[in-house]
């Protein structure tokens, strides 16, 4: 657990440099693929050209793990959904509102 703070070994902030490797990925992408890799059993088995591999596989393709079929709107589906998560609608909604009005307020935009 981090307070999201990322330091590396040599002191310094990596999420500063999260600049784009000749792969396309950041800092951030490798950091967070290496403990995944470490924290797996597959990471005492798997050579490091196979772990670049699956993290460019992953990186490029995506993790389809959680796909799900799309909700139409005003669905009993949907409805069930909104109502599991009525707190969390409220925030998103507040959200959205304090968006529009600090952009009107600060920006003149909206």
Partial sequence: WTDGNSIDQDGEDDD???SNDKDGETNKERR???????SSS???TTTKTE???CRKKVINTG???????DVKEGSKEWNL??????FDMELYNYAKLLYQVQG?????IV
């Fill in 51 to 53: 772990i670049q591999k």
């Fill in 81 to 86: 959904i909104i109502q599991q998560n009525r």
């Fill in 42 to 44: 597959l990471a005492k």
């Fill in 104 to 108: 009107e307020q600060i920006f003149g």
């Fill in 32 to 38: 967070t693929a290496a403990k995944a890799a470490a």
């Fill in 16 to 18: 500063e440099n999260d």
């Fill in 63 to 69: 993790d389809y793990r959680h796909n799900h079929p």
